[in-house]
């Protein structure tokens, strides 16, 4: 059963933002317990990753170049793109704030899904986690209140809980564990993580749900632009990164389309306005849904060698 599951996560991460959709009450009960399953997600994903090598990745330019467009290039590019457009007030601050916002902390396990190596994903991911609240703050400083601030405080403590703590606990079990061992039992130990991954679509869903009973027109359009902005995010990163070759390309595209949504809102709050939240909401299925798009795409390209 478990195989079965990894096999096919990248279809039923989908599913199970639509099942939180219809479930609001389940969602929410979910939603409660997600600290926690970060954290483990964040470990067993770290365990399996050298993490000598993955600070040697993570300051290079190659990764940190992909964390300031990641973050601060995506959130230019949709200002003066919505602007153009006519976007004005909350929607454009919630706009802008969603291109600034973190990859989500699963991608690690988001690659793995499509069959990638998770050090990468990891790397980049850090590195674009350290870049948001420079451009959080540029974001609130030109379309903000101008009372508005982050609570750095509460990102300092996120990043020591949900990074600094699983790769400290990574590196000793590492040491402690046999590489045999290790290597003979990791193996079930991802497809676990696989199950860790599919609660986050199943209990992020009920904001969107409460935004659908209250104005299922702005629901629908808010999906729409999600669905949109997923796109945008996804085949921006993959064709900048194409050069590099396929893999590279197909996993700054993930990297990218995941955006850490939670943790954005909870140092922003309450200064992103009044559509950041229910954009945050709408936002989940399409992100979830982009790695079925890229194992159709990897699927394809193996096709066609």
Known sequence: MLRFIARHSTLIMPLCAVVGFIFPDLSNAVLGYLPEVLFFLMFFTLLGIDQYALLKRIVTRYVWGFAVLQSAGMSLILVLISYALGVRGDLLLA???????????????????????????????IAATLVMPAT???VLWLLGDKNAHLDLTAYIQRLLVYIVMPMGLAVLARRLIAPVVLSRYYPKIGQFNILLLLLFPLGLMAGFRETFDYNPWQAFSLLVLSFVLALFFYFSA????????????????????????LLAYTITVPFMGAMFLPLLGAFQLPAFCLPLLGKYMVQRHKAHQ
């Open 95 to 125: 706009i802008a704030g969603l291109g600034a916002t973190a990859p989500l902390f699963g991608s690690g396990a988001l690659v793995n899904a499509v069959g990638f190596d998770a050090q990468l994903a990891m790397a980049k991911t």
């Open 136 to 138: 959080l703050l540029g």
């Open 238 to 261: 993959y064709f900048v990164y194409r050069r590099f070759g396929y893999e590279n390309a197909i996993v700054a595209a993930l990297v990218c389309g995941g955006r850490n949504v």
